[in-house]
């Protein structure tokens, strides 16, 4: 069985960077893409970014030039850079990773506040 533990969110004024980091521990099997996602109040969970084990990685629209996701392999983590962060981008942010025997397992959340 694999967790996700999310770390580094919190308050930040809009303009501001905050760095959040998905460790994974258990019994690990290969791991293939990893991705955070995010839930904005009121609305669906929403692909924020991701990144494949050959570090090609994707971003959406709203977050391109801003955020930046890079993962260690070794230590089986996966970070994710927010810079210059808007209100809009307040939301629980999720981990999630999917590994090649097909599993795929979610954090738990963390809270992302931008205030304006």
């Known amino acids: 069985q694999v967790q996700l533990v999310e770390s580094g969110g919190g308050l930040v004024q809009a303009g501001g960077s905050l760095r959040l980091t998905c460790a994974a521990a258990g019994s690990i099997f290969s791991i293939n893409t990893m991705a955070w996602y995010r839930r904005a109040p009121g609305k669906q969970r929403d692909l924020v970014a991701t990144?494949?084990?050959?570090?090609?990685?994707k971003y959406a629209d709203s977050v391109k030039g801003r955020f930046i996701i890079s993962r260690d392999s070794a230590k089986n983590t996966v970070n994710l850079q927010m810079n210059s962060l808007k209100p809009e981008d307040t939301a629980v942010y999720y981990c999630?990773?999917?590994?090649?025997?097909?599993?795929?397992?979610w954090g738990q959340g963390t809270q992302v506040t931008v205030s304006s």
């Open positions: 990144i494949t084990s050959g570090g090609s990685t």
């Open positions: 999630r990773i999917s590994t090649s025997n097909g599993a795929i397992t």
